[in-house]
């Protein structure tokens, strides 16, 4: 590991002027490139405390061993410098799309003497034309087949075309009208050109002039009673339109439009394209990268722009550019993508209208593909006992964790205190074995005794399970240790149980209300719902949630379960007792595993936190009347028009309601009286008094 401070330039050496920058390692190896507006304070960033820096910058800084930069006239001319040398010299260190796929295009070979359609994938060739990518080759065929209807271009491989004109015959498709058979000149090199412009111009969206022109001849034919030919053109308009039926019309004034939108986390992002021609999406197409440099989502726009557009000129780059956030040099990106259109392209936001909503649509398959990308790696067996291995590893366990449990701590300012536990077995989630807790031990807002109580509750009842199933047994010095506190045997380990070192006292409150949705309630044979004890248990925090963790276990006298923490802002894994955390490497598949175990605790978490709010929000003081349903509650609040309107009338008025007997509403009055507001509700800001008659709410 290098230090930077071996390679830093001097303060005078380094040009406030604009530039590109490469890091260099010990080999020579370019690891780094980047460009800034000012040289000298960019680069100057690097060489700051390296405690100040992000994790990812302080591994690029400590892994090159010099710097060196490149004077440029103008920021557009660093940007495209910067994207030479990405490509160049393929830095470890930079963000790098790479598509998850290879993307068929339609392409007409307008550099041959007789264009050919066809499909085709890899680099792009100078003098071809195209348009996409698909999603599929079996959707270009289609919309080629119909449109060859009425643009009979050659389709046929050059072996094909030779053999052909070799011969005098044309192929199948020149028989039947869907090839204009140039092979055998049934037309001109100059006709089958226009035909195959007239193609081009069609599938880049000028296409109400055709569907026009043909609608006309047709019409003009069956005047002329020459009604094979207008059948002929009716099929041909016919086809047309159904080719364009399938890419439907998504933005109304026929845009010429790209919309690029991200989804990230803080280890990988997902990049969707949707290519919008004519106001329709013409093809779609998506990237995932890893995030191995410090890079917010503008950083990422940036990188996108320049490998969509670095190769590309003209039509290619399309009129607008739609993103979810602008560059840092907007104005510099702008006019590079200007400069390879050929004329003025806008870089936006959309703010509203159609456009937000298709970059809505794009977003979402943003987050989906980041989804699946994630779930493809996660359901991989050899990719999970890889994971499994490495978290073993980094954290000193003797075997891999089989089964590892995740907690995290959810409110609202410091009401609704809620914690969830999510549970990973061989590395996949086990839904039916989620729990989730309501925080009971006080009020207010405090993360670290949430998790210390939690934890407390939830191996409490693994060692009450225990005793119950008889694979503890009493532990006389134990009990004697806990003293008058203690109410029942205290169990010692068995077995496979955990090992007690200390004394275990007796649980001092059951574990879990049945609100916690914790409480088993039969005893019919069946593993008790915390019966099984994790190999790991993980925290959504950093170290002193992990602290709170294992003080919870080391009173129970538990200690063959590992804890750790996952700090979210850095990734970064904290263990107990260890003043610096245990980095794991950003390729990790321990890591991903470890990420995704707490992003579905949190996801959990906040579910049950929400759920909890909208009850509360929407109580009534009728939930407290024991015997009075959802159906009878509603039957009160239709029959009196609302709360404050039941509560002031009287218990005979009540019994008068179907299905309300005289029990039930002297209950119900009973209810209501004790929840009675002593004053008026009044809006402060406008001295209104507010009336109560929300139809289900006091």
């Known amino acids: 590991m290098a230090d930077p401070s071996s390679y830093r330039p001097k303060p005078g050496q380094i ?49 090159a061993a010099s710097v060196e930069w490149t004077v440029v006239s103008t920021e557009v001319e660093a940007l495209q410098l910067e994207y030479s040398w990405i490509k160049e010299f393929d830095p470890r260190f930079n963000v790098k799309y790479r598509d998850d796929k290879s993307y068929p295009y339609l392409a007409v070979t307008l550099n041959e003497e007789f264009p050919r359609v066809q499909v085709m994938r890899g680099a792009k060739k100078k003098g071809v034309r195209y348009f996409g990518p698909y999603g599929h080759a079996w959707a270009i065929r289609e919309t080629v087949d119909l449109m060859l209807r009425v643009f009979p271009v050659r389709t046929c ?64 034919a069956a005047e002329e009673m020459e009604y094979e030919r207008a ?93 979810p956030a602008l560059p840092e040099d907007t ?9 390879r259109r050929g004329s003025q392209v806008s870089l936006r ?49 003797d075997t891999a964790p089989l089964r590892i449990e995740c907690y995290d701590i959810s409110h609202l300012q410091g009401d609704d205190v809620v914690a969830s536990m999510v549970v990973f077995e061989d590395g996949l989630a086990r839904k039916s074995e989620y729990r989730r807790f309501q925080i009971k031990g006080f009020e207010g807002q405090d993360d670290v005794r949430s998790m210390h109580e939690v934890i407390g509750r939830r191996f409490k009842r693994y060692l009450q399970d225990k005793e119950r199933t008889g694979e503890w047994e009493e532990q006389p010095e134990a009990a004697a240790a806990v003293g008058p506190a203690a109410t029942g045997p205290v169990p010692a380990p068995t077995g496979p149980g955990p090992a007690a070192t200390g004394p275990v006292p007796a649980p001092a409150l059951t574990a879990a209300s049945p609100d916690d949705e914790t409480e088993p309630r039969e005893d019919d044979g ?41 700090a979210k802002r850095l990734e970064e894994v904290w263990l107990p007792d260890d003043d610096d955390p245990v980095v794991l490497p950003r390729s990790s598949e321990g890591l991903y595993l470890l990420q995704r175990v ?97 139809g289900g709410s006091s």
């Open 15 to 63: 040009p406030d002027s604009p530039g590109v920058y490469k890091f260099r390692d010990e080999h020579r190896r370019v690891i780094y490139v980047g460009k800034a507006k000012n040289l000298r304070q960019r680069v100057a960033n690097y060489f700051q405390d390296l405690a100040n820096l992000h994790p990812r910058t302080r591994t690029m800084v400590t892994t």
């Open 349 to 397: 936001i959309p703010q509203r209208g159609d456009k937000k909503d298709l970059m809505a649509t794009v977003q979402r398959n943003a987050q989906q593909a980041l989804g699946l990308h994630k779930t493809k790696r996660a359901s991989d067996l050899t990719t999970r006992s890889r994971a499994l291995e490495e978290i073993a590893e980094a954290l000193g366990l």
């Open 157 to 220: 491989s050059a072996g094909v075309f030779k053999n052909a004109a070799r011969t005098g015959r044309p192929c199948l498709l020149g028989y039947i009208g869907k090839c204009s058979a140039p092979c055998v000149g049934r037309v001109t090199p100059e006709e089958h050109r226009e035909l195959a412009e007239d193609f081009c111009d069609f599938m880049a969206g000028r296409t109400g002039a055709y569907i026009r022109r043909l609608e006309k001849d047709m019409m003009q």
């Open 231 to 323: 059948a002929r053109l009716r099929d041909d308009a016919e086809a047309l339109k159904r080719a364009m039926e399938k890419s439907a019309v998504v933005l109304a004034d026929a845009t010429d439009a790209d919309l690029i939108a991200v989804a990230e986390d803080e280890l990988e992002a997902a990049l969707q394209i949707f290519h919008v021609r004519g106001g329709r999406v013409r093809g779609q197409r998506g990237w995932v990268t890893d995030k191995v440099e410090a890079v917010d989502t503008s950083g990422l726009v940036e990188h996108a722009l320049q490998q969509l557009y670095g190769e590309e000129r003209g039509d290619a780059v399309p009129k607008e550019v739609l993103v």
């Open 598 to 694: 707490r992003d579905e605790a949190h996801r959990f978490a906040i579910a049950y936190q929400r759920a909890k709010r909208a009850k509360r929000i929407r109580s009534s003081p009728l939930d407290d009347v024991s015997g009075l349903g959802e159906t009878r509650k509603q039957a009160l609040i239709k029959h009196f028009g609302s709360v404050k309107k039941l509560r002031q009338a009287t218990i005979d008025e009540i019994c008068e309601v179907p299905g309300i007997g005289r029990r039930t509403a002297e209950s119900v009055a009973a209810a209501l009286a004790s929840t009675a507001p002593a004053v008026p509700a009044v809006n402060t800001a406008t001295g209104e008094i507010i009336e109560e008659d929300d």
């Open 331 to 339: 104005e510099a990106v702008s006019q590079w993508l200007a400069e």
């Open 526 to 566: 069946r593993p008790k719902r915390f019966a099984y004890p994790p190999q790991l248990v993980v925290v959504d925090g950093g170290q002193p949630q992990v602290a709170a963790a294992q003080r919870a276990l080391d009173e129970l006298g538990i200690d063959d379960i590992a804890v750790c923490g996952l």
